[in-house]
């Protein structure tokens, strides 16, 4: 069973940059048959995609955030991961990854202060 | 972007009774249309995908339809599970966009 797992820090500074981990055990990261997902939550909000990468390497980006993400693959670790550069309160949100629609990571908080 | 309106915002109800949320898109993402369910703390999990294929594993209790702009989410019999916010995404084209979700609340 495909299962996903965010890491990372979950307490950013203003200005400095967000980096996330996803690892993918269960499955291989090396199809391109799925996209492989970034989503946010800020605390008691909606949903918004951040962006997708294919094992290509070629990526999508949500153009609101497109000139400070990038998401990155490692075949080698079966993982990708997310880099958001300067970084405000205003990115402090649950960090999910996920293939394709599904499934999901269990989340991780991330939170944007001094 | 593709705008995805889901209606009612928030919705109450009792074990048993049949719901129905709706979602309406800002233009036409033929049958690019998934459902998700979210509990307190948790991601969002899948429910229905390709606006009315049920994900392995959920209850035969939820369905979705329809095509174009509009589509609904039914679900036949509430049970106490089920009581969640609900979310619809468009994978149509990018940015991929969510719903504001729907919290279905017990009465």
């Known amino acids: 069973q495909l299962q996903l797992q965010e890491s990372g820090s979950g307490l950013v500074k203003p200005s400095q940059t967000l980096s996330l981990t996803c690892a993918v055990s269960?499955?291989?990261?090396?199809?391109?048959?799925?996209?492989w997902n970034w989503i946010r939550q800020p605390p008691g909000k909606g949903l918004e995609w951040i962006g997708y990468?294919?094992?290509?390497?070629?990526?999508y980006y949500n153009p609101s955030l497109k000139s400070r993400v990038t998401i990155s693959i490692d075949r080698s670790k079966n993982q990708f991961s997310l880099n958001l550069s300067s970084v405000t309160a205003a990115d402090t949100a649950v960090y999910y990854c996920a293939r394709g629609e599904g499934p999901w990571g269990q989340g991780t908080l991330v939170t944007v202060s001094s | 972007d593709i705008q995805m309106t889901q209606s009612p915002s928030s919705l109450s109800a009792s074990v048993g009774d049949r719901v129905t949320i709706t979602c309406r898109a800002s233009q036409s993402i033929s049958s690019y249309l998934n459902w998700y369910q979210q509990k307190p703390g948790k991601a969002p999990k899948l429910l229905i995908y390709a606006a009315s294929s049920l994900q392995s594993g959920v209850p035969s209790t939820f369905s979705g339809s329809g095509s174009g702009t509009d589509f609904t989410l039914t679900i036949s019999s509430l049970q106490p599970e089920d009581f969640a916010t609900y979310y619809c995404q468009q994978s149509y084209s990018t940015p991929i966009t969510f719903g504001q979700g729907t919290r279905l609340e017990i009465k």
């Open positions: 990468i294919y094992h290509s390497g070629n990526t």
């Open positions: 269960g499955g291989s990261i090396s199809s391109d048959a799925y996209s």
